[in-house]
């Protein structure tokens, strides 16, 4: 079990700013995200998107942002816990809280920020009756290790980015895209019609025309086993037809859904699944628990991400005393703090 | 008189977002501003310090902040109007407010946005007594044309930048600087003290040892005048000893000090000369005035730009419906909104 003042739940920009705030108060966070890297609903939903209303950021993509606030909190040395969502948290007798992750990191901690959006990031699952018993060993949510899939007979679901990128990377057509392919690829979609950037929806065009992937329109409404293992899907189009799609390995890249999960049974005060808040220090309605970013709810409340960076200065200072009770806290800048300077690692510069 | 729905008041960094975040909203601004050009704060008191704690600028000085932020309001068009203070603010029988500045400009308007940081920048003064009458002829407390000082025998007062810099630029001895040079240049300063640049310093030390700039360490007591021209001033070194100074020109740069002015007499409640706002609009209690950025307060408030960001975004959606009485104000994500598209400039990616 880890001792920490802060936990912050969610590595999104908002989740990130607040670890910032809190470096500058000298109170060392760590942070816990279900996705594997920074960046939040940013990176997942609107990565090469560019978003235009972060205040000096005349235009940035989501990726950007995510990449220029991890240099930001660099100097205050966070600790992330990525790939696992909060399942408990408990009050102890001495007044912290004990959290626990779906991969048992264990930090008991003074002070919490929610800032989770929307909630834990899931991958959306393919709905198939009995199908999940191939969890792992013929069905995957995710790519994880690519090697699975080489050499394999691979059948990939979906219509986004992510299942037209796989295709193509799998694909021994296109050499140079990944080390790693299957024997065969085939692209099952509802319909045809594909979402991604402009060339590699050219480059599946070609691939499909050359029989370098196979694109089957229809859902999944059945499956065949043979000796415990997964040996075909049911396959029905448009028209109604079912057939048989033989395959080793299923791949469904459906995209991902929020989850609020564990957190609406924390005892905080919840208003249409969102975190109601105070104005002033951006408390839950449990002391030493915050709230900040898309979660929270309050009067004249808006969704936008700068609003959320406000929301964290004020909860940092709002933690603060909890932290050093018997410290005086001070608002200080950090264009002239030599404190703040320090903490930064900045070097004095020439005309100071 | 100009009509127009909104002014902001201040065009450092909260008032240019303000800005931004009206024209989102479709609301066009005039922007009221004492100084001669946009940053307030930023770019008068640290135009090359670094900044640290703008959400996703790791590192970014004043005027580069100021210069960013012009970016990303000139799809919006605002009207900038300079070097001019509002000298009142009247509500008229129709509810709009009549809007005038100490340069003649008349503004009627809807909404007021009051960011105007710690208030107007004045530049310091000389204080001298009678010393005043020669302001404007041989006595200036701003370089504006330079060449009002060309060939002239020049003495400039003040210890910072601003007189380190003039001096340099004026002085015969650095042709690189400035096209305009004084026949002779006298740096003026109570200590023998100054704070600029290492560059520029260096400069300067050597410039006192070649005699290219005469350095004289004491304080204005008194003048000289013969036929109404300022001929030479008195000036009372450390040891109390007073010798005469001739000039031909007296240029005044001792910085700038900022004044709340007539903020003060609009009616709005005060709290230590901060506006006293709501938390939900950034409204002040006289409806359609808002206040954000370092000038107001409420509980929790916390001088920091990142504050005055968030602040502006509930004002811009605490006022749009005081003039779109009869539309529903919708929130619009920059990333995803093609009405906000067209109104930034930004045409479809490619991808969309």
Chains 1, 2 share one sequence.
Request: charged share 20%.
């Amino acid at each position: 079990m880890t001792e920490t003042d802060a936990v912050v739940i969610g590595a999104g920009p908002v989740g990130l700013f607040q670890v910032f705030q809190l470096g500058l108060l000298e109170i060392k966070a760590h942070v816990v995200d279900s996705l594997p890297y920074a960046g939040g609903q940013c990176m997942e939903l609107y990565p090469d998107k560019p978003i235009y209303d972060i205040p000096g950021l005349p235009i940035c993509t989501g990726q950007e942002l995510a990449e220029r606030l991890l240099r930001q909190v660099a100097p205050f040395e966070p600790v992330f816990h990525y790939r696992q969502v909060v399942t408990s948290l408990a009050r102890q007798p001495d007044g912290r809280f004990l959290l626990e992750t779906s991969t048992g990191t264990r930090l008991l901690t003074r002070t919490v920020f929610i800032a989770a959006g929307v909630g834990a990031f899931q991958p959306r699952t393919l709905k198939v009756e009995g199908i999940e018993r191939f969890q792992g060993t013929q069905l995957f949510h995710d790519v994880g290790d690519p090697a699975t899939f080489a050499d394999k007979n691979l059948v990939i679901v979906g219509g986004d980015d992510a299942a037209v990128e796989w295709a193509l990377n799998f694909c021994a057509a296109h050499a140079d895209r990944h080390p790693h392919k299957a024997r065969r690829v085939t692209l099952l979609h509802r319909r045809d019609v594909f979402r991604s950037s402009d060339e590699s929806l050219t480059q599946l065009r070609q691939s499909f025309e050359q029989r370098a992937i196979d694109l089957v329109v229809g859902q999944i409404t059945g499956f065949t086993e043979a000796e415990g293992k997964l040996v075909a899907l049911k396959v029905t189009d448009p028209d109604n037809v079912t057939r048989d799609l033989a395959l080793d390995m299923l791949l469904v890249l459906l995209g991902v859904s929020p989850k609020l999960g564990p957190v609406a049974d924390w005892g905080l005060d919840l208003e249409r699944k969102q975190l109601q808040v105070d104005t002033e220090k951006f408390s839950t309605n449990v002391p030493g628990i915050f709230a900040v970013g898309d979660i929270n709810t309050y009067p004249g409340k808006k969704k936008l991400i700068v609003c959320g960076f406000h929301e964290c200065v004020l909860a940092a200072f709002g933690a603060a005393p909890l932290i050093f009770p018997d410290k005086k806290i001070l608002l200080q800048y950090t264009t002239t703090s030599p404190r703040l300077h320090a903490l930064l690692g900045v070097a004095k510069t020439a005309s100071d």
